[in-house]
């Protein structure tokens, strides 16, 4: 069984531009949530895709945006590339249900922007 | 939101326990700890939850004080593939769908 799957790996930009970052979610969930994490630094949330809508955000500016898909995968965009942009972007999935209780997120290896 | 503080890092000799502590002291009544680990700037590989009692699977042990202020993730027997940054993450209030993660602890397991 596939985990979370998450594309490009690795990928170098230039200040201004923008990037697509993607993600698979493992098989039966229909959570994605994303998160930015610099170097030296625990995760920090960017938001939560639920039903093809943004569900939550952090603290993030708008240039950061996303979309999930009726196949529940996601994507990351960003926009006018910062210097402070730069950092590994991890993508985890979970499952919404009707039920009240622990919510495990399965997180996929990241994606590592580096902006020049 | 809520808060979770770890030390930064510890040392943990090849065969002996490891026992990692967390204080979410601003935890909410109903919601869950959580543990993972990150090595190499992988992704975070989840280890273990709990609400109130301790919790044990084949990877770790979790130890959380009554008042749910803090709590203890124990590795039995640490071997050198357990070098990682350790997590405990709580949502950052009831209800919400964001975690909090910390800094982390990173521990080195010792031969």
């Known amino acids: 069984d596939a985990g979370v799957t998450q594309s490009p790996t690795h990928l170098i930009k230039t200040r201004g531009q923008q990037v697509t970052l993607r993600c698979s979610p493992k098989?039966?969930?229909?959570?994605v949530s994303w998160y930015q994490q610099a170097l030296g630094q625990g995760p920090q949330f960017i938001f939560q895709?639920?039903?093809?809508?943004?569900?939550q955000r952090g603290n993030f500016p708008d240039r950061f945006s996303g979309h999930q898909f009726p196949n529940y995968s996601s994507e990351l965009n960003v926009n006018a590339l910062l210097l402070g942009d730069s950092a590994l972007y991890l993508c985890?999935?979970?499952?919404?249900?009707?039920?009240?209780?622990?919510?495990?997120?399965?997180f996929g290896a990241g994606s590592r922007l580096t902006v020049l | 939101d809520a808060k979770t503080t770890q030390p930064p890092s510890m040392d943990c000799a090849e065969g002996r326990a490891a026992n990692l502590p967390c204080n979410h002291s601003?935890?909410?009544?109903?919601?869950?700890v959580y543990w993972y680990r990150q090595i190499h700037s992988q992704g975070p590989q989840y280890i273990i939850h709990?609400?109130?009692n301790n919790e044990t699977n084949e990877m770790a042990s979790l130890i959380i004080t009554e008042d749910r202020k803090s709590s203890t993730l124990i590795l039995p027997h640490a071997t050198l593939r357990d070098t990682a940054v350790y997590y405990c993450?709580?949502?950052?209030?009831?209800?919400?769908?964001?975690?909090?993660f910390g800094t982390g602890t990173r521990l080195k397991v010792l031969a």
């Open positions: 985890a999935s979970s499952r919404t249900g009707p039920y009240s209780g622990a919510n495990v997120l399965t």
């Open positions: 098989s039966g969930h229909d959570t």
């Open positions: 895709y639920y039903e093809e809508e943004e569900r």
């Open positions: 601003t935890i909410s009544g109903n919601e869950y």
């Open positions: 709990g609400l109130k």
């Open positions: 993450i709580v949502r950052a209030s009831s209800g919400t769908y964001k975690y909090i």
